[in-house]
């Protein structure tokens, strides 16, 4: 019998069952072991060589497969077919040769880029061994962020507080937000004016043509830059006499794009979809790790995370019979399309992503599948089908006009298109096609050549240009690839990194930097601006991509990084935090002291008159404050919008009717908030989320500021209810309980009877988790390894996993919806290697009064937070 180790306990019961009783598969559950996050886990001084740590959960993995291996034949690592995958591949066989189970075993390496019978049959019998250039480029990858990430992180905590971490792609990546962001600030806009004519052929239909030229000068997009010369040209177009010069029909062809990469798989789920790029590599995942179909269980996807656009000759020759099926022989080119990678530094071997079956029709795959994975799948299996398709033709057909007016003579086009073949627009269509075809789309009537055109309507409509957009999930990520710094398997979690440091926020699916994203980007440009150049990032990664083919030796890289690294690193150490805040206020001036309507030094302090803006620093980030301080007190947030109105200090918003206080609403370093009167003892009040400054009136002021509000006694206790505002945001309070409820609004407008409602809805709840009783499941996820339903279920403390007696809290932020089973096994594991499961709380509590009570609750050792330190 051989060990087949893969990666995803997911794979497992697939793999055993198309490999029979001869083959036991274990799940490695990701990466065994990393570089412990402290001091000299790489070591320069040593030629770069490096510890590793196996985490507790891990370890108890790894002595299961140690345990199989000693008692087999034969190890077989089949983990994912990437980088990442030969890594953990050469992690396991490390650790396994520590534990000396291996002995003279013989050891192969298998690759399948997708989870079916044919493909993990094919991998198992051609072998090979791991290799070792990839495992090198792993090694600098991860040499090299821990370098930057561990050296780089503590000079930002010691010079910009606030400031959590920084790394080698992470901070590049943050960069381009920050820089578009500049971009947007910067932008002026401009107003203009487009006039458009609705014209009218001898037979009674009309079309819209376009004015293009005036007396023989082409117009540009913003050469009417006034509703005066705009009204000027439509009254000379009102009186003008207009004739068809020329009609041109040209034949074009539109190709259809290739089969996805992860990159264009992201982006056309976001456009099409609306998924996040995290939600679309979960959903795709378990289109690849697959699922049950006619009593057999398969993958229908190709290995997700791919920067390769070719597919294997055989799927070539699935994709077009199931087009001759589906679509007709017509649609079917002689020869099979051939694409090639376009993407800066790809490396992957592996496919495009593609159905693995491609008789496997969305329609017949529906019922199979929740409503995310048939629609990721649906618009998988169509580009990929596209893909193989003939082209489409359209006519394109362009009108020339002549509008003259005595002396004077404009220009009009009028265009439009007729798809005479749709060709793999039958199948398919992107998004950018789509918008192409409205733009085009519209049918011309037949127009002849010379003939006189009737003047129906002269259109003229004002525009405003409009700054470049933030960048969403979709066109960040296709940033990434564009720039050559990043990989398919790194997208998701650079982006997760920028939103988990709160460098960015996405709002209305936009990347929006954050005051301290704003403030890291600008000290890395400042003092380690050549690390965060786009060209020297890509320029690294290209490296890695020769390490990765053998050309370059992976401790040469690190020593020529390391060498001008760690001399930067030596110089910033020695500033002082005042000269990292004069660059920063030099940098960041047009962002940190807007200019001021009256014209009026901007940084001079509005409270004071005699102060000087700053940037000041504290444990929360970056904020505005007054050189006078502590004599003068003025602060303002840091990247809040309406700065400008700071100018003038605290707003007034009227008088307390009860105190006779006045009420004003200010910015602070923690934003915007109100007080009630002056001096240490005021009453304050941060505004709730979703209050605006703009928004806060007089009374909406009163309001808060009178919170807590008495709702009223309670019918069985005879206490009083309140509702107020908290750091976990709108409550309700009865002899200390609290229990949110939906909005601000509920505070202000809850009556008795509902605040009666909401506390025992939540007594109810925590007695439940008190008594030993199980909510009910929210999501069931599937079946463990070992037996048994994993289930997300919400308790007293929140969202947690859960399998038989073992309870694993959710990870804070993390939507108990979006776990995948995957998340829940490793979480189960963790908390089982820890001691999990439901505690003995009665035996424990009997131990007080018998021996043999005290020997069962007897408390058993602590588990080890991890491994020993192991060297490679």
Request: charged share 30%; hydrophobic share 35%.
């Amino acid at each position: 019998m051989d060990v087949v180790v893969v990666e995803s306990p997911n794979k497992v019961k697939s793999i055993n069952k198309y490999l029979g009783k001869n083959y036991k598969v274990l799940a490695s559950f990701g990466h065994i072991r990393d570089l412990p996050a402290k001091d000299g886990s790489v070591r320069p001084d040593d030629d770069f060589s490096m510890s590793w740590e196996v985490d507790a959960p891990s370890s108890k993995r790894m002595t299961d497969i140690a345990r199989a291996v000693k008692d087999a034949d034969g190890l077989i690592l089949a983990t994912d077919p990437d980088r990442e995958g030969e890594a953990i591949s050469w992690h396991v066989l490390e650790v396994l040769r520590q534990k000396r189970a291996l002995k003279d075993k013989p050891v192969k390496r298998v690759v399948f880029n997708s989870i079916t019978k044919k493909a993990v049959l094919d991998a198992m019998a051609a072998p090979r061994d791991i290799d070792p250039a990839l495992v090198d480029a792993y090694l600098a990858r991860r040499a090299l962020d821990y370098l930057v990430g561990f050296n780089l992180s503590p000079v930002l905590w010691r010079k910009l507080p606030g400031a959590r971490s920084a790394g080698r792609v992470q901070s590049v990546a943050l960069r381009f937000v920050c820089d578009r962001e500049a971009e947007i600030e910067r932008f002026i806009r401009e107003d203009y004016w487009l006039i458009a004519a609705i014209l009218g052929t001898p037979r009674s239909e009309t079309f819209e043509a376009r004015l293009t030229t005036l007396d023989g000068k082409k117009l540009e997009k913003l050469d009417i830059k006034s509703a005066e010369q705009a009204a000027g040209i439509k009254a000379m177009l009102d009186g003008a006499a207009f004739k068809a010069l020329s009609v041109e029909s040209k034949p074009t062809r539109r190709n259809p794009a290739p089969p996805f990469t992860t990159s264009t798989m992201q982006q056309a789920a976001s456009s099409r979809l609306g998924f996040s790029a995290q939600r679309t590599m979960q959903v795709a995942q378990r289109l690849y790790e697959g699922m049950e179909i006619g009593g057999e269980t398969a993958g229908l996807i190709t290995y997700m995370r791919t920067d390769g656009v070719q597919m294997a000759p055989e799927a070539i020759g699935a994709a077009r019979d199931a087009i001759a099926r589906e679509f007709g022989e017509k649609y079917l080119p002689e020869q099979p399309r051939q694409y090639t990678t376009k993407a800066k530094n790809a490396q992957e071997a592996h496919e495009a992503i593609r159905p693995t079956d491609f008789s496997r029709t969305p329609a017949e795959m529906r019922k199979f599948l929740d409503a995310d994975q048939a629609r990721l799948y649906d618009m998988i299996w169509k580009r990929a089908i596209a893909s193989q398709m003939l082209p489409a033709e359209i006519e394109r057909t362009t009108v020339e006009i002549e509008a003259r007016n005595g002396g004077q003579v404009a220009g009009l086009r009028a265009v439009g298109s007729v798809v005479r073949f749709d060709g793999f627009i039958a199948a398919y269509t992107d998004q950018k096609d789509e918008d192409a075809e409205d733009e085009d789309s519209r049918r011309l009537p037949q127009v002849i050549a010379g003939e006189t055109l009737a003047r129906d309507t002269i259109n003229v409509t004002a525009h405003t240009t409009e700054p470049p957009p933030r960048y969403s999930e979709a066109s960040f990520i296709k940033k990434m690839e564009e720039l050559g710094i990043g990989r398919p398997s790194t997208y998701v979690a650079t982006l997760k990194t920028l939103e988990d440091r709160e460098y960015v926020t996405i709002e209305n699916r936009k990347l929006i930097p954050q005051p301290k994203g704003r403030l890291v980007t600008a000290f890395m440009e400042s003092f380690f601006e050549h690390y965060v150049e786009y060209d020297f990032t890509a320029s690294l990664e290209e490296k890695l991509d020769e390490i990765s083919d053998g050309k370059l030796a992976y401790k040469d890289v690190l020593r020529d990084f390391w060498r001008d690294f760690s001399a930067a690193i030596a110089e910033i150490k020695d500033l002082r935090i005042s000269e990292v805040l004069d660059a920063l206020n030099e940098d960041l001036a047009p962002l940190l002291f807007p200019a001021r309507a009256d014209g009026s030094n901007p940084r001079t302090c509005p409270k004071c008159g005699t102060g000087t803006l700053s940037l000041r620093l504290g444990k929360s980030g970056g904020f505005i404050g007054c050189s006078n301080y502590p004599e003068c007190n003025y602060t303002r947030q840091f990247g809040a919008e309406g700065a400008d109105g700071d100018a003038e200090g605290p707003r007034e918003l009227g008088k307390d009717p009860y105190t006779g206080e006045e009420i004003t609403l200010r910015s602070g370093r923690f934003g915007p908030y109100l007080q009630r009167g002056e001096g240490k003892d005021a009453k304050r009040s941060s505004l709730p989320k979703g209050w605006t400054p703009d928004s806060i009136d007089h009374e909406k002021a009163l309001a808060l500021l009178a919170l807590p509000r008495d709702v009223g006694m309670h019918p069985e206790t005879g206490k009083m209810i309140s509702a107020g505002l908290g750091r976990y945001g709108p409550f309700v309070l009865h002899d200390g309980t609290y229990a949110n409820v939906e909005s601000i609004e509920d505070v202000f407008t809850i009556g008795i009877n509902r605040a009666v409602s909401v506390i025992a809805e939540k007594l109810a709840k925590g007695r439940g988790a008190r008594n030993g009783g199980t909510p009910a499941a929210l999501k069931e996820l599937g079946d463990h390894p070992d037996g048994g339903k994993v289930t997300v279920r919400d308790g007293r403390y929140g969202p947690y996993v859960n399998h038989e007696k073992v309870n694993a809290t959710l990870p804070k932020g993390k939507d108990p919806m979006s776990v995948t089973l995957e998340e829940a096994l490793e979480l189960i594991a963790e908390r089982a290697a820890k001691g999990g499961g439901k505690k003995p709380a009665r035996k424990a509590k009997a131990a007080k009064s018998g021996g043999a009570a005290k020997k069962t609750a007897a408390r058993k050792p602590a588990a080890k937070k991890s491994a020993p330190k192991q060297e490679a």
